[in-house]
């Protein structure tokens, strides 16, 4: 499977929890992106695993 393709699939399979999907790398057979999440979380994924970078903090603002 090509890295667009896969990208066209975690797209469709995770439409309903993301906001956005920004590609970092990515040619014919790579592809790392970083998933902003609805709950204001986001994901990185690399070298099959899966990081949480940031979680939402309440500042009180």
């Known amino acids: 499977m ?13 439409e309903a929890k993301v906001e956005r999907i920004v590609p970092v ?3 014919e057979k790579t592809l790392r992106v970083i998933l902003y999440l609805k709950d204001g979380t986001n994901l990185r994924k690399q070298r099959g695993q899966v990081f949480i970078l940031d979680k939402p903090h309440d500042k009180g603002l």
């Open 2 to 14: 090509l890295a667009s393709e896969r990208l066209l699939e975690i797209e469709e399979k995770f």
């Open 25 to 27: 790398e990515l040619d």
